[in-house]
Nanobody, 128 residues
């Protein structure tokens, strides 16, 4: 059974930092199914938006709103996805989800795709 479990969320003041982790496990063909890993977020009353992705070769892409502040990475040996978030702003507040899918999901339109596997989310709250 595929499981994606996020951790590391919390409450911080603007300008602070948080590091999110997502442990990926289960299922068959893991290198295939988890070749593309991504973070999404959803604020109350807003649509879900893509934050960043990293593929199995460590190629990345991120939303313009987080460029220069957030860094996505993965540890393939530990099947872990990470998101280092610095210089946090109140508008970064939301539920953060990790998502996994085949390599084809790491494409130009990645943020619009419905990844096949999702975690339950971890809450990030940034106060001004």
């Amino acid at each position: 059974q595929v499981q994606l479990v996020e951790s590391g969320g919390g409450s911080v003041q603007a300008g602070g930092s948080l590091r999110l982790s997502c442990a990926v496990s289960g299922g068959t063909y893991m290198p295939y199914n988890f070749a593309c890993l991504a973070w999404f977020r959803q604020a109350p009353g807003k649509e879900r938006e893509g934050v960043a992705y990293v593929d199995r070769y460590s190629n990345t892409d991120s939303a313009d709103s987080v460029k220069g502040r957030f860094t996505i990475s993965r540890d393939n040996a530990k099947n872990t996805l990470l998101l280092q978030m610095n210089s946090l702003k109140p508008e970064d507040t939301g539920m953060y989800y990790c998502a996994a899918g085949p390599l084809s999901f790491c494409t130009r339109d990645w943020s619009r795709l419905i990844f096949p596997y999702w975690g339950q989310g971890t809450q990030v709250t940034v106060s001004s």
